[in-house]
């Protein structure tokens, strides 16, 4: 994402712009992939329906990825979530 600062948020690498974007980490038994959001995943159930979820959160293994499309189009919601708010806040 262009223009997104990378930083530690919550104890993990994340990225932010205008608000925090997404995060991610790893544990002994899987990676996660942090929306950032408690109902963004709602909007993507289909697709990640081969993944276990929880609330802003995706796992997944190395040898199961995240399709970079569904990256993409989960960063671009973000966005699109932050942007709105941000607007909403100027007022």
Sequence with gaps: MPGAEETISYKVPSY???G?????GAAK???SFF???S????????E???FKTST???RFSPDKPIPNDLITKIVMARLAENEAK??????
Excluded: A, P
């Excluded at 109902?39 to 159930?45: A, P, S, V, Y």
């Excluded at 941000?86 to 007022?91: A, F, I, L, V, Y």
């Design 35 to 37: 929306v950032m959001s």
């Design 39 to 46: 109902t963004l995943l709602n909007d993507f159930k289909d």
């Design 20 to 24: 925090m974007l997404v995060g991610f």
């Design 16 to 18: 932010k712009y205008k």
């Design 29 to 31: 038994n899987h990676c």
């Design 48 to 50: 990640v329906k081969d």
């Design 56 to 58: 802003g959160t995706i």
């Design 86 to 91: 941000h607007k909403r806040n100027e007022k």
